[in-house]
């Protein structure tokens, strides 16, 4: 059975340059209990990716981001088409997955991949000075990252007019960085002419190329939605009247329009704030009131709400899980994805004995709303490659129709449904 598309709903289109390294290792040299804390659950899969065979794991992962952005492209589907796999590699089970013009997961087959790589906004500066002799903190600033993205659509379009790929990103807003004015002209100029049609996406990308005209950035319309990041700063429903004017600028922005939503949500990953404040900001809670007073708007928690932080004693925090399902079932456009999560095998198992401890009429609307996400790059300090991600999406014992609708059919509504 062909279907027409693949979706991977969250992942990484980012190098080496894009990152304010400066501003973590400021977190961590002025926050040593609250990191040290904050990453002891993971620390067993942290300690295998510095020190196991030499640190293949962040070796991997530089080798990775040290790329030009066209160049990661390019990666990524070579090692679909199984260009990595050799005999020291030679651990897959399966066929390469890009194989005869059609990208194959068990029974299934799909004639192209879309990617919808997600832009972060790291130009937030640091509260931290360094405490180096240059002691400006980097400027970060968003259009650096918008233009490396344009410049690898373009390379890879002149590059392989025939590629299996399409590329849609969603820009990076954190509202605390503008003023009402600014954040309105910012959405303004990135979604000018946006529709919420597959066909006129598809069109814009494919007319893209080192040949094509010289045009601005924004005037390709590439973007598809917005990531929000509140381990950066971003309160989703902050309590002070002129922030919580601008976060009602971008929800009614993206409401009007239809215009999908992903946040970050689980309590790992690249933080500049303090971690009790990440926390409130990051939980799927904090969106209630938002979703009550903008009910359509599209909204997928990314990550699943995976809770990594134990408590002392070492027993889990409260899962966020919970609360996604939640929201799920009363707001008609919330989704959640499992980027990242499920790069551990037993998560498939877990979300089947969630979907079976739900009524019949409960599982059937979450299944809807669940998307295939892989978090590459950043995926690899979980799996080795994004072939071996997709690997375990194929083997995972779901049955054909539950694959089908996290990885084509839910994700098509997310990004191009209605909205209505």
């Excluded at 997955?97 to 790589?117: K, Q, W």
């Excluded at 590329?167 to 990076?172: A, T």
Aim: net charge negative; glycine share 6%.
């Amino acid at each position: 059975m062909k279907n027409a598309a693949f979706y991977d709903v969250h992942c990484h289109l980012m190098n080496l340059s894009h990152p304010a390294f400066v501003s973590i290792i400021e977190s961590l040299r002025h926050r040593p209990r609250e990191v040290i804390y904050s990453q002891i659950a993971s620390f067993e899969y942290l300690a295998s990716s510095m020190l196991k065979r030499g640190g293949e794991k962040v070796r991997n992962l530089l080798a990775v981001m040290d790329n030009d952005c066209a160049d990661i492209l390019f990666l990524m589907e070579d090692d679909l088409a199984g260009q990595f796999e050799d005999a020291k590699n030679a651990k897959f089970k399966e066929p390469a997955p890009l194989r005869d013009g059609s990208l194959h997961i068990g029974e299934l087959s799909f004639d192209s991949l879309v990617l919808t790589p997600l832009v972060m906004d790291f130009s937030t500066p640091s509260t931290l000075t360094p405490d180096t002799y240059y002691k400006r903190p980097p400027r970060k600033p968003i259009e650096a990252q918008i233009i490396d993205i344009v410049y690898a659509i373009r390379r890879y379009r002149a590059d392989r007019p025939q590629g299996f790929l399409r590329v849609y990103p969603f820009l990076g807003v954190n509202t605390k960085n503008y003023q009402a004015e600014g954040l309105l002209a910012y959405l303004e100029k990135w979604f000018a002419g946006y529709k919420k049609d597959e066909s006129e996406f598809e069109r814009r990308f494919m007319s893209m190329s080192a040949n094509a005209p010289d045009c601005t950035p924004e005037s390709y319309g590439l973007f598809a939605g917005i990531k929000l990041y509140p381990p950066l700063g971003f309160d989703p429903w902050p309590d002070d009247p002129a922030e919580r004017e601008k976060v009602e600028i971008l929800y009614s922005f993206a409401e009007s329009k239809g215009i999908p939503i992903t946040t970050h949500c689980d309590d790992q990953g690249y933080r500049i704030i303090p971690l009790e404040e990440s926390l409130l900001f990051t939980a799927p809670a904090r969106y209630k009131p938002a979703l009550e007073k903008y009910p359509n708007l599209v909204l997928n928690f990314a990550h699943f709400g995976k809770r990594y932080i134990r408590m002392i004693g070492g027993r889990a925090q409260e899962d966020w899980r919970a609360q996604i399902v939640d929201l799920v079932l009363v707001y008609p456009h919330v989704y959640t994805d499992f980027s990242f999560t499920a790069g551990e095998p037993s998560f498939y198992g877990e979300l089947a004995g969630l979907l079976d401890s739900l009524s019949q009429d409960e599982a059937e609307k979450l299944s809807h709303r669940i998307l295939f996400g892989s978090d590459f790059m950043v995926n690899l300090f979980k799996v080795r490659s994004y072939r071996d991600y997709y690997e375990l999406f194929s083997q995972s014992g779901l049955a054909e129709e539950m694959k089908l609708r996290f990885c084509s059919e839910n994700p098509r509504v997310f990004l191009f449904g209605s909205g209505e």
